[in-house]
């Protein structure tokens, strides 16, 4: 998860953290153990945010672009 690049690609767009956790249906501190690598996101929200967000593809942001 690249927290840096998910809030770089909110702000282009003028989405702020409470307004993504208000269409997730989450807690701040929940988004935060989120993009902190405490919790994981569910697939669903990682689509709600793909789509809100109007993000091409996860890949970079919620998956490495490296395959080990």
Avoid: H, W
């Amino acid at each position: 998860m690249d927290k840096l690049k998910l809030e770089y690609a909110m702000k282009k767009k003028g989405i702020s953290i409470k307004m993504l956790c208000q269409v997730l249906g989450i807690s701040r501190s929940a988004y935060y153990r989120k993009v902190n690598s405490i919790t994981e996101f569910t697939r669903a929200e990682i689509q709600t945010i793909i789509n809100y967000v109007g993000l091409d593809t996860p890949m970079g942001i919620f998956f490495s672009d490296k395959v080990s």
